[in-house]
């Protein structure tokens, strides 16, 4: 009887405990967090805002004044004193750890001794005109110290004599006109050559491949003046003095000249100088255009054509040499630069990510600049210490984000991208399997009109929605989102109703994290009309004039424009960082590549007589399109019925994601640039700063109508077609399920 009595307890304990247990199950089970919304997403979109409200105008100006004071040349005292407080700063502003990680990099200066300049002389040696030495300091920086006069970074040294010959922009086409259709040899010539266009190093390596030995740069107030606008101090114009300084290398990608591919430690095995990287082999110099004037006035030879002609009061002609009685005088150009090996710093800061710390989200920008750098860089430094500093103020309010963000200044990017270039090289493996975005911090601004994005397709969908939560910095526009007041601007008429995003190309420290590394990489500035302002970058560009006033005076008084741009930076690594899936598209990648293989194709069937000769057909590459977009359209749907509580599941597809940009790289490398890897995005070869689609296919079809094999030449075309066709292929395989 005890017995059954104590059964029948035990019984009625097992149901009572499997009752409480169903219960709690069911509870759970109707409680669980649904698929598209969580908890975590509500708190995340309320600390974004409380992240953009916090990033003050005020603060912008503080940041750019203090670290626009004094000159701060790569590898020089100053720059290292401006590292030294940013790191203390970052740390002060709550960034759990801030290192400064140096390297030691080929950087170049002007003799001090015997500074560099160009001379007319006569028949008899003697010099009857020489260039200014140095530019006129404006006022209020008569006193400062350390003031580089302007020169070209990694001139050949020399002292070369000749006539000299007038070549537009220096372009490919300019020489190839030069020599096809005026029938006119440069070799054994000084050229001359106005800024804009194109990329300075691709102007030397064009005048080094005509055979000429020197080359005069000068900025013509066709491409360095507004109309309208009074030369600084009184307007934001170039003034006749002013010169560009610049860097002359053609580095393709391959960081410091002397360590191509390695990060440029103490132990790495360097080239001798004669052996390093994108050096030129002949001297170079710019001027400002009242020196040119002096050059160009009594030039002889052929009147240009029309679009030959800038807005100075000279004819213009070709050459070689000068006129009547001017006919016995040369050109002289003494430059003796030297280049040595320095040591610089990167300021590398993080926030540790609280759930997923092994996947980095990267904000970087350089510190070093010619002189001042009002605009360039300090304008981006200044927005990269705010969104620091607002990063700070939400970690002390509890806030951490999911993945770990990574703050960079990087250094000596005047001097070829080396700062950046060292670290990625150095962490090559590490962001290879770790880093989810780049998103650069270069110049804030370059223009009074509107915002300007180029990125990688996948970013275009996060760009609209982050620019929707953003305020107009326009005046007259309250109420008007950022979103609204740049699409009134910059409509994307041709494709879409909707903001025009550019293409990346390079000329900024995103290079070797996109191109090198596939890591998807965007950049926002605010820019000028360019229907309307049709002269390069901006006027005083690279020039001592670039200081904190012309920011303050001109540009963006009420630092309004900075603190948008701000918000959009800060806002992408915010949500790239925090957001549950990330917030990349392969849509719109998917929509880029069918726009970009058609356009290609065009560019290719300019020729339709030699491609049905070569058999060359572009059906692989379409129907290689064609597989990622139906993978692309059915990888997003899968993505709405995710069970987001699942974070294995979740980390898949994030990785999905993550990694496609990185399948569109080509471990061999462009033709002849082999660290240049991104198949569907690099420079153009003639032009550092322009991005090209399908960059193997557009060079191989570059100017191939004169090509001295043209059935070689046709067959590289095909070969490039198919690589583009096989990796757009292996790219859609990435986004099919695993198994």
Excluded at 7 to 32: E, S, Y
Excluded at 109 to 137: A, C, M, R, W
Excluded at 257 to 269: F, Q, S, V
Excluded at 354 to 365: H, M, N, S, T, W
Aim: hydrophobic share 35%; proline share 6%.
């Amino acid at each position: 009887m005890r017995k059954e009595s104590r059964l029948i307890r035990w019984i009625w304990w097992i149901v009572v405990i499997t009752a409480f247990f169903l219960v709690g199950f069911i509870i759970g089970w109707f409680a669980r967090p649904s698929y598209t919304h969580t908890q975590d997403d509500g708190a995340s979109r309320r600390y974004l805002r409380e992240f953009l409200d916090e990033m003050q105008p005020e603060k912008i100006k503080e940041h750019l004044r203090k670290f626009t004071r004094l000159p701060h040349l790569a590898g020089t005292e100053q720059n290292l004193l401006y590292a030294q407080q940013i790191k203390e700063e970052w740390l002060r502003f709550g960034l759990d750890s801030v290192e400064m990680v140096p390297y030691d990099v080929l950087l170049s200066y002007p003799n001090k001794s015997h500074p560099n300049y160009i001379s007319i002389v006569d028949q008899l040696g003697n010099e009857v005109f020489n260039t200014l030495l140095t530019e006129p300091v404006p006022e209020g920086y008569e006193n400062v110290p350390n003031i580089v006069p302007p020169y070209s970074a990694f001139s050949a040294k020399g002292q070369p004599e000749g006539d000299l010959v007038y070549v537009n922009y220096g372009r490919t086409e300019d020489f190839f006109q030069l020599k096809r259709q005026m029938d006119i040899n440069v070799t054994g010539k000084i050229v001359i050559v106005r800024y804009g266009r194109i990329f300075r190093g691709n102007k030397v390596k064009n005048a080094m491949l005509a055979g000429a030995k020197g080359i005069i740069m000068f900025s013509d107030p066709a491409d360095y003046w507004a109309p309208g606008v009074q030369p600084y101090p009184d307007g934001w114009n170039l003034p006749e003095g002013g010169a560009q300084r610049g860097n002359v290398l053609n580095l393709n990608g391959a960081g410091d000249p002397l360590t191509p591919g390695y990060p440029a430690k103490e132990y790495t095995y360097r080239y001798s100088l004669e052996e390093g990287v994108g050096l030129p082999k002949i001297p170079v110099h710019p001027i400002g255009f009242r020196d040119a004037i002096h050059l160009l006035k009594n030039m002889g030879g052929q009147i240009p054509p029309n679009n030959w002609k800038g807005a100075l009061n000279v004819s213009y002609r070709i050459g070689p040499g000068f006129i009547d009685d001017f006919k016995t005088q040369k050109v002289r150009m003494d430059i003796r630069t030297n280049n040595q090996v320095t040591r610089i710093y990167n300021v590398i800061g993080r926030i540790r990510g609280a759930q997923e710390p092994d996947r980095y989200v990267i904000l970087g920008g350089h510190r070093d600049a010619w002189v001042f750098g009002g605009i360039d860089p300090v304008s981006g430094a200044a927005v990269v210490h705010e969104t620091v500093r607002s990063a700070g103020r939400l970690l002390s309010r509890g806030w951490r984000p999911r993945r770990t963000i990574v703050f960079a200044s990087w250094d000596a990017e005047e001097f070829g991208l080396l700062g950046s270039t060292e670290w990625a090289e150095d962490n090559a493996k590490l962001l290879q399997e770790r880093a989810v975005a780049y998103i650069n911090a270069d110049s804030a601004i370059e223009g009074m009109y509107t915002l300007r994005v180029d990125c990688t397709p996948s970013l275009h969908t996060l760009v609209y929605d982050l620019t929707k939560q953003i305020a107009s910095p326009e005046e007259g526009e309250e109420g008007v989102s950022l979103y609204e007041s740049w699409h009134k601007r910059e409509n994307w008429t041709n494709d879409r109703d909707a903001p025009k995003i550019s293409k990346l190309g390079s000329g900024s420290d995103f290079e070797a994290y996109f191109i090198r590394l596939g890591i998807a990489a965007g950049r926002a500035r605010y820019t000028k009309n360019k229907k309307t302002e049709r002269y390069s970058s901006y006027p005083v560009y690279h020039s001592v004039y670039d200081t904190f006033e012309i920011v303050e005076k001109f540009y963006d008084p009420s630092f309004r424009r900075l603190q948008a741009v701000a918000q959009v930076r800060g806002g992408l690594i915010f949500l790239l960082a925090d957001s549950q899936l990330l917030p990349l598209d392969a849509n719109e990648y998917a929509i880029s590549l069918r726009k970009y293989a058609q356009s290609i194709a065009q560019l290719a069937q300019r020729h339709p007589e030699e491609m049905h000769m070569y058999g060359v057909t572009f059906d692989s590459l379409f129907s290689a399109v064609e597989n990622f977009t139906v993978a692309a359209r059915d990888f997003h749907k899968r993505l709405q019925t995710l069970d987001r509580t699942d974070s294995l599941q979740v980390r898949l597809v994030n990785d999905q994601l993550m990694y496609l940009e990185r399948t569109f790289i080509d471990p061999l490398g462009l033709p002849g640039r082999p660290f240049y890897r991104h198949v569907i995005f690099a420079p153009s070869s003639h032009n550092k700063y322009a991005g090209e689609s399908f960059p193997g296919i557009y060079d191989s079809l570059f100017d191939i109508e004169n090509s001295t094999n043209p059935e070689k030449a046709w067959e590289e075309v095909k070969r490039q077609i198919s690589i583009a066709a096989f990796t757009v292929h292996a790219a859609a395989m990435t986004l099919t399920p695993p198994a």
